[in-house]
């Protein structure tokens, strides 16, 4: 996909550039029970096409250090105790973003017995990136949204602590 | 071989436990035995390799209105050669929902008899595992999704549902 | 085995009596295993139920979702066990666009499980090259159906679009530099040495073990079995454009990334044959909302094996049961027998050997080491098997 540098979606890919580069956010993957297809499409986005990383985001395997939890699926029985447990080993801030219809209100298996169905019924939810699934361009979109409220949440965090401290 | 050859080399195989034949399709054959005599059939089956074990199918036949009959588990053991299906099948009540395990003749169909256990509650004696394959570790006991009676958990949450399972 | 000590355990206490849900349970007597187990339910949503309260058309977006990646070959099989129940036939041409499609999907998934079966063995060059190159096959999925996945081709009864002239030139185009690249994989996998060293001669899985597991796909092919839905029961216009089995008779991981990625090559020659050959005439035939009571057996060839459907109709418009088996359940079993008397450093290239249909990246891994248990999280299984053979 080729962008020319003055489009509305450029600048502001430049903007969280530069930003991404003094705050690198480590982001968590977690499949809660999906058909893999969101999950695929996820993975695309570190590949060279996509490249998701020129952003900073960094997908690494602990909670411990994860800034985002990405999270795809409609929360099947068994997957739900692990999501509830990653999610509180994460340190604070955290944020989640759910990815693919199934994680907004169970998508197609909204209704079948195992599930769950919205992520946010199990943990808060942040940015919610619908489609199924979502091309690797939405899910871009959908992770940049939250580092720029991530920027802002932690400007406030630091002028509070500031204020505090004063 | 052609079909209609391998069709009856299977129903001559299954000739001793044969309590019906069917021909529902051109290239499948369905054979009803005894659940006695289930693993006498797939064992002639195996020996003679006539076809490969493919697929375990549970039915569930509900008791009908009037109370008069009582409901059953019907289990289709599917063995496939080129073209041809053979099911073999059998039927076993509620009240004695016991089928053999078939695991000493067909080592992998342990993933299919969990399966059916869980599914429809069917008794395997035999069977080297019972642990749950697709169902959650904390699924309340002796409640059977695929039975036609399992309607869900309705609106409830799933850890709400436990007491109140169907 | 104190070295293992300096991977950390990023979930829970280490306890013996621990039972996380584990995806993989390994029993290791030092670096051998010698007992695998697999619990799957991460991802059991309950769609046979819920195929019992949706329509027959509804089943068809429902049944495409059970796997992102063979999406397709469900839905594909849902309806031409439905059309049979109905007596009817697809019109030829939609036929040919079914498989197609289920050929580009095919080609779609070997790349991508390519990619990932590398990434599992620490060849992330090979990851990165695939998956770009996987693109081409996205686009060309996106641009016939409009959608990168999940394709929504089929209709009970037919199918939804048609392949014009200028889908054809794409595709030529897109599969000729296909080709080439693929060259270029089976040179990697059958001769860079680092790669051998992972694959030649491990997770070795005799013709008759094969068979007696029930392994179906290129799992099968690989170990000699010559079993593939599309020759033995051919299907749709498969009739009209027979395949050629690719076999390999070794039965190592080795030569299941041969088989897959000449089986890329089977599947380049076939889109050629369809689109110079694709019947003219209508893509739809009519079906009515309820289906004729009935049961019947639809099997086809997804790319990981055997798909096999039981359908059963009471006469109405919703089923009465759909029974899927996927063909990773077959080749599960056969797995955990061979992963047996095997090092624990081969678990990782071994499970992705049979290109099993779930990514949950997230699989936990019990070690049960007798006296004590850990529970290791895949990445760490993956890093464990990368670190081991870097030693040798």
């Known amino acids: 996909m080729e962008f020319s540098p003055d489009t509305p979606w450029q600048k502001v890919l430049d903007s969280v550039r530069r930003w ?147 | 071989m052609d079909s209609e050859g391998l069709i009856q080399t299977a129903v001559e195989l299954l000739a001793p436990w044969t309590l019906k034949v069917n021909r529902p399709e051109e290239n499948r054959v369905d054979v009803f035995v005894a659940p006695d005599h289930l693993k006498d059939a797939v064992k002639a089956i195996v020996r003679a390799q006539w076809g490969y074990f493919s697929a375990l199918t549970g039915l569930d036949q509900p008791p009908a209105e009037e109370g008069a009959t009582e409901g059953t588990i019907e289990a289709l053991y599917h063995f496939c050669r080129g073209p041809v299906v053979l099911s073999i099948r059998t039927s076993v009540p509620y009240s004695n929902p016991v089928i053999e395990s078939i695991c000493d003749v067909i080592p992998s169909a342990t993933l299919y008899e969990r399966e059916l256990m869980e599914m429809f509650g069917v008794v395997i004696p035999g069977t080297p595992s019972t642990d749950r394959l697709l169902l959650a570790d904390d699924w309340p006991e002796g409640v059977y999704p695929l039975r036609k009676s399992f309607t869900g958990f309705g609106e409830q949450k799933l850890e709400e549902a436990d007491g109140n399972a169907a | ?262 089986e890329l090559f089977e599947s380049y020659r076939l889109i050629r044959e369809i689109l110079d050959h694709l019947p003219a005439g209508e893509l739809t035939v009519r079906v009515p909302r309820k289906i004729p009571a009935g049961e019947t057996v639809s099997r086809v060839e997804a790319p990981r094996g055997e798909l096999f459907y039981f359908i059963k109709s009471n006469g109405g418009e919703k089923p009465e049961r759909i029974k899927v088996r996927t063909p990773s359940l077959c080749n599960w079993a056969s797995v955990m027998q061979v992963a047996v008397g095997h090092k624990l450093a081969d678990m990782p290239m071994i499970l992705s050997g049979i290109d099993p249909c779930f990514s949950c990246n997230d699989r936990m891994v019990l070690i049960d080491r007798g006296s004590s248990a850990q529970v290791w999280s895949w990445d760490e299984l993956r890093r464990y098997g990368i670190e081991y053979y870097k030693k040798l």
């Not at chain 1, 197609?108 to 690797?136: L, M, Q, T, W």
């Not at chain 1, 959908?142 to 400007?155: D, P, T, Y």
């Open chain 1, 20 to 166: 991404a580069r003094i705050n690198s956010p480590w982001a968590i993957h977690y499949n809660s029970g999906s058909c893999n297809g969101c999950d695929i499409e996820i993975l695309a986005t570190l590949t060279p096409r996509y490249d998701l990383e020129r952003f900073g985001v960094k997908l690494q395997g602990s909670p411990r250090h994860a800034d985002i939890l990405i999270c795809t699926g409609p929360v099947t029985r068994q997957s739900r105790e692990r999501l509830l447990r990653i999610y509180e080993q994460m340190p604070d801030p955290k944020f989640v973003v759910a990815v693919g219809s199934c994680g907004l209100s169970g998508g197609a298996f909204r209704g079948c017995y195992n599930i769950v169905g919205d992520i946010s019924e199990v943990v808060p939810v942040d940015v919610f990136i619908p489609g199924c699934p979502p091309r690797p361009e939405a899910i871009i979109f959908g992770v940049v949204k939250l580092l720029e409220s991530l920027k802002k949440g932690k400007a406030e965090v630091a002028a509070f602590s500031e204020g505090v401290h004063a």
């Open chain 3, 1 to 262: 085995m104190e070295t293992q000590r300096k991977f950390i355990v990023p979930i829970g206490p280490q306890h013996p009596a621990l039972k996380e849900p584990g995806h993989f349970q390994f029993t290791v007597d030092g670096e051998i295993v010698t007992d695998a187990s697999v619990r799957l339910g991460y991802v059991h949503r309950g769609i046979e139920k819920g195929a019992e309260s949706r329509n027959w058309t509804q089943n068809l977006y429902l049944f495409e979702r059970i796997c992102g990646i063979c999406s397709h070959v469900h839905a594909t099989a849902l309806a031409i066990g439905v059309e049979r129940l109905a007596g009817v036939q697809a019109p030829p041409r939609a036929q040919a666009i079914r498989i197609l499609m289920a050929e580009l999907e095919r080609i779609h998934s070997h790349l991508l499980w390519l990619g990932v079966a590398a990434h599992e063995g620490g060849f992330d060059t090979l990851f990165m090259y695939s998956w770009r190159d996987r693109e081409i096959v996205m686009d060309l999925l996106e641009s016939l159906s409009g959608n990168r996945v999940n394709y929504s081709v089929n209709l009970i009864g037919g199918v939804k679009f048609d392949v014009e002239d200028k889908h054809r030139d794409a595709i030529l185009r897109g599969l000729d530099t296909l080709e080439e690249r693929t060259r270029h994989y089976l040179n990697v996998v059958t001769t860079d040495r680092t790669f051998l060293a992972r694959t030649r001669g491990v997770g070795t899985m005799s013709r008759e073990q094969a068979e007696l597991f029930g392994t179906v796909g290129p799992t099968a092919r690989a170990s000699g079995v010559a079993r593939d839905v599309r020759v033995d029961a051919p299907y749709e216009a498969y009739t009209q454009f027979p395949v050629n089995l690719v076999t390999d008779e070794r039965g190592d991981l080795m030569a299941r990334f041969v088989v897959r990625t000449k």
